[in-house]
């Protein structure tokens, strides 16, 4: 026996009821979801402001809520986790970033498939973190994973590829693997020539890890024609006194030092010290360092006076 017949006014008012019920828990959800996106929307732009530790604050606020409505593992805490931990490492904590990424590798994994690009995002993101502590072979393993990812779409990103690749190829350098980081690195230059075009910063920075690359294993030929090949073209595109032909000179004076030629070093140094000197000026922190780095090369083959010159002005840099 029925307690409410089909179409009695008792049972419409209970299907009634269970329909505002569910209406109102639906509502309740949208209002959860609307206050959570401006959360991340601020912590975004705050990041992007350089405003680190006030978007932390609020990425936790937001990673709480999310835990609260969804549970601890649900799909959307991988996206809130990346950021975290993005906004961690760029503050330096790095046992924090390194969790958060962890945890959203582990939530990302479940809900996405394989080859997913937001895997590859996060793996990137852990690579660079376990790099960053001196764990080069599990950076190795999660960059050698976001590779694949990468390479396996049906159109590849060639910006990701490159800065993947270039990684990679530190990472492998650091550990002592010097064929596979040429090979990589090789890579890597290739990719961002034709991505970013022959005189970008990127293109400079994997021809110069791959200089020396080739330079540890004594193919100084080789390292000096690549070095000298970058320069000219940062030259060609940015004129003889730009910032970025720091790094290319300054390798470049570094290669014939270890080869034990101080003579021809030195106009390379020269020329990058007048550099750093035009681009940041005589009392920065930066032409400082680079002094007291120029300043232990003179001392290593005698040129006392030169050397303690280039220490003075260091410390008069520094007590100003």
């Given at each position: 026996?029925?307690?409410?017949?089909?179409?009695?006014?008792?049972?419409?008012?209970?299907?009634?009821?269970?329909?505002?019920?569910?209406?109102?828990?639906?509502?309740?959800?949208?209002?959860?979801?609307?206050?959570?996106?401006?959360?991340?929307?601020?912590?975004?732009?705050?990041?992007?402001?350089?405003?680190?530790?006030?978007?932390?604050?609020?990425?936790?606020?937001?990673?709480?809520?999310?835990?609260?409505?969804?549970?601890?593992?649900?799909?959307?805490?991988?996206?809130?986790?990346?950021?975290?931990?993005?906004?961690?490492?760029?503050?330096?904590?790095?046992?924090?970033?390194?969790?958060?990424?962890?945890?959203?590798?582990?939530?990302?994994?479940?809900?996405?498939?394989?080859?997913?690009?937001?895997?590859?995002?996060?793996?990137?993101?852990?690579?660079?973190?376990?790099?960053?502590?001196?764990?080069?072979?599990?950076?190795?393993?999660?960059?050698?994973?976001?590779?694949?990812?990468?390479?396996?779409?049906?159109?590849?990103?060639?910006?990701?590829?490159?800065?993947?690749?270039?990684?990679?190829?530190?990472?492998?350098?650091?550990?002592?693997?010097?064929?596979?980081?040429?090979?990589?690195?090789?890579?890597?230059?290739?990719?961002?020539?034709?991505?970013?075009?022959?005189?970008?910063?990127?293109?400079?920075?994997?021809?110069?890890?791959?200089?020396?690359?080739?330079t540890e294993q004594g193919r100084f030929d080789e390292a000096e024609a690549l070095l000298?090949?970058?320069?000219?073209?940062?030259?060609?595109?940015?004129?003889?006194?730009?910032?970025?032909?720091?790094?290319?000179?300054?390798?470049?004076?570094?290669?014939?030092?270890?080869?034990?030629?101080?003579?021809?070093?030195?106009?390379?140094?020269?020329?990058?010290?007048?550099?750093?000197?035009?681009?940041?000026?005589?009392?920065?922190?930066?032409?400082?360092?680079?002094?007291?780095?120029?300043?232990?090369?003179?001392?290593?083959?005698?040129?006392?006076?030169?050397?303690?010159?280039?220490?003075?002005?260091?410390?008069?840099?520094?007590?100003?």
């Amino acid at each position: 026996m029925y307690l409410f017949k089909s179409g009695s006014p008792s049972r419409l008012a209970c299907l009634a009821g269970a329909l505002l019920l569910a209406a109102g828990l639906a509502s309740a959800v949208r209002a959860q979801e609307s206050a959570e996106k401006p959360l991340e929307l601020r912590a975004l732009l705050l990041m992007s402001q350089g405003r680190l530790a006030d978007a932390e604050v609020l990425i936790q606020d937001l990673l709480a809520r999310q835990t609260a409505r969804l549970g601890p593992d649900a799909g959307p805490l991988g996206k809130t986790l990346n950021m975290l931990g993005v906004a961690q490492r760029r503050l330096g904590k790095l046992a924090p970033a390194r969790a958060a990424f962890t945890r959203a590798l582990a939530i990302r994994e479940r809900a996405l498939p394989p080859d997913h690009p937001d895997l590859a995002v996060t793996l990137t993101n852990l690579g660079a973190v376990n790099k960053d502590l001196g764990r080069p072979a599990e950076a190795e393993t999660a960059y050698e994973r976001a590779l694949a990812i990468r390479e396996a779409a049906p159109t590849p990103d060639p910006a990701q590829l490159g800065l993947i690749l270039n990684e990679l190829g530190l990472t492998l350098f650091r550990q002592g693997k010097f064929a596979a980081a040429e090979a990589r690195q090789r890579r890597a230059v290739a990719v961002r020539v034709v991505a970013l075009g022959p005189a970008h910063k990127a293109v400079a920075a994997s021809r110069n890890n791959l200089a020396a690359t080739l330079t540890e294993q004594g193919r100084f030929d080789e390292a000096e024609a690549l070095l000298t090949a970058s320069v000219a073209a940062m030259e060609a595109a940015h004129g003889p006194g730009h910032p970025t032909l720091v790094a290319p000179l300054n390798n470049l004076g570094n290669l014939f030092m270890a080869r034990g030629l101080l003579a021809r070093a030195e106009p390379f140094f020269a020329r990058t010290g007048a550099i750093v000197r035009d681009s940041f000026g005589t009392g920065d922190a930066i032409h400082a360092s680079y002094q007291i780095g120029l300043a232990g090369i003179f001392g290593e083959y005698a040129r006392v006076e030169d050397a303690a010159r280039l220490y003075r002005e260091a410390i008069g840099t520094y007590e100003r």
